[in-house]
Nanobody, 124 residues
Framework: QVQLVESGGGLVQPGGSLRLSCVVS????????MVWYRQAPGKQRELVAS???????NYADSVKGRFTISRDNAKNTVYLQKNSLKPEDTAGYYC??????????????????WGQGTQVTVSS
């Protein structure tokens, strides 16, 4: 069984910073892509940033230049450094990871897992 646990959310003033963390634990052979999503009230969940195992990153246009995604493969952890926060960044932030649990006859068996989310509120 695999678990993802996010932390680091909270209330911050506009222009402030937060760093989110997501730790993956359980039956892990390898973690492929790790992704941060967010969902604001009344809106669809949207991709914020993603990172491959090798470190290639991708960002939503709305956060480019303000957010930085990184990962520590040894700790099975992904981070999201959020700077210059805006009220429109207010949302629940969710971690997503593609986890290979084992390899059978050369074929990796993987599933996508979600964390429970951490709330970020940007307000003065």
């Amino acid at each position: 069984q695999v678990q993802l646990v996010e932390s680091g959310g909270g209330l911050v003033q506009p222009g402030g910073s937060l760093r989110l963390s997501c730790v993956v634990s359980g039956s892990i052979f390898r973690i492929n892509a790790m992704v941060w999503y967010r969902q604001a009230p009344g809106k669809q969940r949207e991709l914020v940033a993603s990172i491959t195992r090798g470190g290639s990153t991708n960002y939503a246009d709305s956060v480019k230049g303000r957010f930085t995604i990184s990962r520590d493969n040894a700790k099975n952890t992904v981070y999201l450094q959020k700077n210059s926060l805006k009220p429109e960044d207010t949302a629940g932030y969710y971690c997503n990871a593609e986890v290979v649990s084992t390899v059978v006859s050369g074929t990796p068996l993987f599933h996508t897992h979600w964390g429970q989310g951490t709330q970020v509120t940007v307000s003065s």
